[in-house]
């Protein structure tokens, strides 16, 4: 009996003795955990042996043996075909690394928790692995996510996980399919070049409507992603793209239900991100990828993005976003009942870029002012926004904000608007707080200040509610005004 087939069984275990059961009638039992409204922002991290080629995107494992394919062509130049994934990871030796830096810097940044990415497409684990020899423990002796693990219990920071392993069934398959010599083709090193399947087709692009993982994949898949939280205890997994397809469904039900049972083991709340359909309305929690929602959702949600424009991993290349755009981001996101995931992409050597270095401590800075507003708040059940509408779903970010688009949250006896344009003008006029029976308010206003800062003269009409803003206030990051009511 293999490695896989013996842990398999020991899943089988917990979900016949544990509370949660594989089907959707016992996982809508679950509930969101606590600390995501608490905290409400968080940061992903990607980072591992595609950080060393530092070209382009993350994705450069695969598309360095796409012909034609930027990465291929500066690949080929750089090193040779004949340089293959399997040496980068020879020289992945990240001497800088220092979990209890990373972790301080990130506590700055006001967020609540961490999410490294465990394993990427690449199928390198970053974490020590007994079903896989290309695990970090074995080839450098250190595991970084154990190290990162205790550096966020020392910061109290919260340590989640996410896992990509499933589009590793084919995100080597440009080897196979256009490099007769390589490694991958020649059937070395399966275990780390993995089935790298090619449709008949040929294209190695179609990889929803012509590829469809074998029984023997997603087995394999099922018991790393369970080592992988039995190994490092994670407060959270998010699952990218691909376990939405079909043949994973009753495998993604095994997982949350031994996670899930795992977690009462542990007595921690605990949770699943996923994307696109692949888990029940309520039985995870459902993920938005650098994108919106139109309106405030009733159920938590989360947002991941990057801090870069062009790349989850760090590349000499990076565009980075301005630490406004990144914190209206977050706004917005939180005014409807998100959470936000903020990505930084360390560089090789373990060290993170001085450009994200000071986003993060903007971002801080902004926070020990305004988290008031975004830590613990729920949406305004007036209206989560006011303006114009962002449209619904992923990888819809670049939005423009302009004069009338206001971001609301709320906490008991509090009203928290956030003025999203640059240039907000000094009278601001907010029809959400208008005293009116419907889309307005009929509490007693008591004052309204800047968080952090003084008095504002306001006037409340059953037209609008006006409030007067300090001559000459920068809104660069924006403000956060509070109306206490009672």
Partial sequence: MSRIDDYLLKVDEVIANGFYKDNWQSLSQFKPPSYLREKRFGIFIHWGVYSIPAFATEWYPRLMYIKGQPCNVHHACKYGMKFEYRNFVERFKPDSFDAHEWARLFKQSGA?????????????????????RWNMMELNGRDYMAELHDACDSEGLGFMMSNHRAEHYWF?????????????????????????????SGNVYKTDKEITATEEW???????????IDVNRPEAVYFDWWIQKDEFRPYVKKFLAYYYNRGLEWGR??????????????????DV????????????????????????????????????????????????????????????????????????????????????AIRGSYPFEVAAFEGKKSKNGSFKENKRFHRGDYCFT?????????????????????????RANEGGIRYRIESVRLLGGAKLDFEQTEKCFTVTLPQGLDNSLPVCIEVKVD
């Avoid at 199928?123 to 692995?129: E, F, L, Q, T």
Wanted: charged share 20%; net charge positive.
């Fill in 289 to 372: 990828e650098r994108g919106q929602t139109s309106g405030a959702l009733p159920k938590i949600w989360q947002n991941d993005t990057a801090a870069a424009k062009n790349s989850w991993g760090y590349t000499n290349g990076n565009r980075f976003k301005t630490a406004g755009e990144i914190i209206r981001n977050m706004i917005e996101v939180v005014s409807k009942n998100g959470c936000f995931m903020l990505n930084v992409g360390p560089m090789a050597n373990g060290r993170i870029c001085e450009q994200e270095q000071r986003l993060l401590r903007e971002i801080g800075v902004w926070m020990q002012v305004n988290g008031a």
């Fill in 218 to 228: 997603l087995r394999d898949w099922l018991a790393s992603a369970c080592e992988m």
């Fill in 112 to 132: 609540g928790y961490i999410m490294p990415v465990g394993e990427h497409h690449d199928g390198v684990k970053m974490y020590a692995s007994s079903l896989n």
């Fill in 172 to 200: 080597m398959n440009g080897a196979r399919r256009y490099y007769p010599d390589s490694e991958c083709a020649r059937g070395l090193y399966p275990d780390l070049y993995g089935p790298a399947y090619v449709p008949e």
């Fill in 410 to 434: 709320v906490k008991p006896g509090r009203i928290f608007v956030f003025p999203m344009a640059q240039n907000p003008g000094k009278k601001l006029k907010i029809k959400s707080l208008r």
């Fill in 269 to 286: 709340e605990v949770c699943v991100f996923y994307k696109w359909g692949a888990v029940f309305d309520g039985c995870a929690v459902f």
